[in-house]
C-alpha cells in the first residue's frame, strides 16, 4: 500500500510553490536526506502542470525578451510548452530539456527558477550574443499521476504520484527513433527540427546512492557515447560537460561523477546527437520525487541544493555560451572523472 509520511516543518530560503523548502548547506550532496519512513516526500509542494503553465504566461507578460510556444499536447490533451529568447537567430543555440520522465521534478522547478532569473535583469546582455530554448516538463501526464495504469505502491504522499513513464507507460527517453508516442514528436517536430540548436542539456534525476571516491554526488554528467556521433559534436558535447564540472563541482555542497549510460540512440543524448548534430549533456541530478523503489527517493529537504544545482547549471552554460569561453574549455579532466558507483547497501 501507498506509504503515509509524517510531514515535516521545513524552513529555508527558497520557496517553491509557495512552500519554504532549505538552501543548499555546505556538504548537502552527501548529507541530504533519503527517504527512511520518518522523511517527507510531498508531491504537493511541487508545481502541477497548470501551476506551471500560469507561471510561464505570467512571466511572458512581464519579459520583453520571452516568448512562449505551445508545441503539442500530451496523451491526455495537456499542452507542452516552449520557452524561447531569441533575439538572434544567428546566435548560437542551447536547449534545456527537463521532466522527460514525470518523477524527476526539481529540474523543472529550478529551470522556471532560471526563467525568473531571466528577467530580472541580472544577466543584462547575455542574451544578445545566446539564444536559449526551455522545454519544461516534457512528461507531464507522468508528472500528474494521470495514467493508464497503478501507482499504488508509489512512495510519495501529497495531491498526486509521480512516474517515469507517459499515460501510456511508456518512456519517453526510449521513443527517440521511432517518436511513437505525442510528447517525443512534438520535440522532434516542433523544436529541434525546427530550430538550429547548437548544444542541448538533457535534465534527469537517478537513484540516491551514487557515489564518486567515496562520496555520495550530487549529480552525473555524460556526452554521447554512440560511435556514429561526429567527433566535433562529441568534443563540443564535453566542452559542455567542462563548464557544468566547473560550476558545480567547486561548489561545497556539490559533486559530480562520470554516469554509466549505455550508447543506444534512443536516448535523447545519443539520438539527437547524432541525428541533429546537437553537442548534448546528460546531467542525472541525485534523487527523485516519486518512485516504487523507495531507494530512488530523495527526502524533501535536498529539494534547495537540486534547485540551486540546476539554476546555476543552466545559468554557467549561458554565461559560457554567450562570451565565447566554452570553446576554450579544457576537456582532459573526462579522461580522470570517476565512473560513479553505487554504494553497497548498509
Known amino acids: 500500500m501507498k506509504k503515509k509520511l509524517v510531514t515535516l516543518t521545513i524552513t529555508g530560503a527558497l520557496v517553491l510553490g509557495g512552500t519554504s523548502i532549505v538552501s543548499p548547506t555546505i556538504n548537502a550532496a552527501g548529507n541530504g536526506p533519503n527517504y527512511g519512513g520518518n522523511e517527507t516526500v510531498n508531491t504537493s509542494i511541487l508545481r502541477t502542470h497548470d501551476e506551471m503553465v500560469n507561471f510561464l504566461e505570467k512571466q511572458e507578460a512581464k519579459q520583453n525578451d520571452m516568448e512562449l510556444e505551445i508545441i503539442g499536447q ?30 524527476e521534478a526539481l529540474t523543472t522547478e529550478g529551470s522556471l527558477e532560471f526563467i525568473k532569473h531571466l528577467g530580472t535583469g541580472k544577466t ?13 516538463m516534457l512528461n507531464a501526464d507522468g508528472a500528474m499521476g494521470d495514467v493508464d495504469f497503478s501507482l499504488e505502491d508509489y512512495t510519495a504522499s501529497g495531491d ?3 512516474t517515469r513513464y507517459n499515460a501510456l507507460e511508456v518512456d519517453l527517453n526510449r521513443d527517440h527513433i521511432d ?13 529541434l527540427g525546427a530550430y538550429d540548436i547548437d548544444y542541448m542539456i538533457d535534465l534527469h534525476h537517478q537513484g540516491t546512492q551514487s557515489e564518486r571516491d567515496g562520496d555520495l554526488v550530487s549529480g552525473s554528467i555524460l556526452y554521447p557515447t554512440t560511435e556514429n556521433v561526429d567527433p566535433e559534436v562529441a568534443y563540443k558535447s564535453k566542452q559542455l560537460g567542462a563548464v557544468v564540472f566547473d560550476e558545480i563541482d567547486s561548489k561545497g555542497w556539490g559533486h559530480l561523477g562520470k554516469y554509466n549510460g549505455g550508447s543506444a ?4 543524448r545519443n539520438g539527437i546527437a547524432v541525428e541533429y548534430g546537437i553537442s548534448t549533456l546528460l546531467f542525472e541530478m541525485r534523487g ?15 529539494n534547495g541544493y537540486l534547485i540551486k544545482q540546476t539554476v546555476n547549471t543552466l545559468d554557467a552554460t549561458v554565461s559560457a555560451i554567450a562570451d565565447g569561453s566554452i570553446e576554450s574549455k579544457d576537456v582532459s579532466f573526462w579522461d580522470t572523472l570517476s565512473f560513479q558507483t553505487t554504494r553497497p547497501s548498509e
Open 74 to 103: 500530451t496523451v491526455k490533451g495537456r499542452d507542452l510548452h516552449l520557452v524561447k529568447y531569441m533575439k538572434n537567430p544567428e546566435n548560437p543555440t542551447i536547449l534545456f530539456l527537463t521532466q522527460q520522465h514525470g518523477n
Open 124 to 136: 543584462k546582455g547575455v542574451l544578445d550574443n545566446v539564444n536559449v530554448l526551455i522545454v519544461p
Open 160 to 162: 498526486r504520484n509521480m
Open 179 to 191: 517518436r511513437i508516442q505525442p510528447e517525443t514528436k512534438a520535440l522532434h517536430d516542433n523544436v
Open 265 to 268: 540512440e534512443t536516448i535523447s
Open 288 to 302: 527523485m520525487s516519486d518512485h516504487f523503489y523507495e531507494s530512488y527517493v530523495l527526502g524533501q529537504k535536498s
